[in-house]
């Protein structure tokens, strides 16, 4: 086989790498390509020219958005500015998510409190319709002053989620330890504010002050580089099934993030599955006993 014969073929597998790369690239910023605001009557706007979004919160009812997009794997950073002041019994979700009942999910939740009372971050994962690994984190910053970045990296051996860079999870597969991955389902992102207050704060002892509504929670600066599915094929695969070369699809924490998670879990982890026996009297999950 002489170049000429080989040539289309290179010049194919180039031209899905651009592609990919385009993709990755063009997914930077705008919420008006990215996103549509999926219910709240209004509640969720985009501004800026696309630039920032805003959810809102009142008595009557909350708003949320989603991507339309599916990712399967991917780096995906958002910035978020959440509800200030009181906040007591509203929930911010940001997560990705399968459709189906054994879907798979990746969450970050926020819990409001009252003025002063810190967030908390509610993270899960769900895989193959099963949750129940949920980690709770306090911040090391006041999450309503300022737009933080709240990124999540899955790609087939980890999720990782950080907080401005900061690896505070990583969930590994542990597939060979009969732990099912989330790995075969496209996700979307989504997100949402709404009232919770039957259990958001102090476990629902503190309601929702209707009186400061409406609760409003901003987003900005959304970046995937991420391998998008459209009609059952990954704009990271090229034809002959090679994937790009993505550094992220492989990538894991070094020595010196998973020091920086462990600092985080030391000094800020509130609730980890892990170490909950009451809940696993018959003894804890199976990649619990991994790291
Ligand atoms: C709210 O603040 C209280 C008091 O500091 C704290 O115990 C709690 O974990 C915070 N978060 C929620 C969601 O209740």
Known sequence: MGF????????????????????????????????DITWGDGRGKVLNGGQMLTLSLDRTSGSGFQSRNEYLFGKIDMQLKLVPG?????????????????????????LGNLSGDPY??????????????EQQFKLWFDPTKDF?????????QHIIFSVDGTPIRDFRNNEAKGVPFPKNQPMRIYSS?????????????VKTDWSKAPFVASYSNFNANA????????????????PAGSSWMTQELDATSQERMRWVQKNYMIYNYCTDANRFPQGFPPECSIA
């Not at 933080?148 to 087939?156: A, D, E, G, Q, R």
């Not at 504010?193 to 002892?205: E, F, H, I, S, V």
């Not at 391998?227 to 090679?242: F, H, P, Q, R, Y």
């Open 227 to 242: 391998c998008v599915m459209s009609m059952g094929a990954s704009s990271c695969e090229a034809k002959n099934g090679t």
């Open 193 to 205: 504010l709404w009232n919770a207050d039957n259990w958001a704060t102090r476990g629902g002892l």
């Open 120 to 133: 908390t971050l509610h993270t899960n994962v769900f895989s193959q319709g099963k949750g129940n690994r």
């Open 4 to 35: 000429p014969s080989k040539a289309p073929k290179m010049l194919a597998l180039a031209g899905s790498l651009v592609i990919c790369f385009l993709v990755s690239v063009a997914a930077a910023g705008n919420f008006y390509q990215n996103f």
């Open 86 to 110: 009181n906040s007591a019994g509203t929930v911010t979700a940001y997560y990705l998510s399968s459709q189906g009942p054994t879907h798979d999910e990746i969450d970050f939740e926020f």
């Open 148 to 156: 933080h970045t709240y990124s999540i990296l899955w790609n087939p």
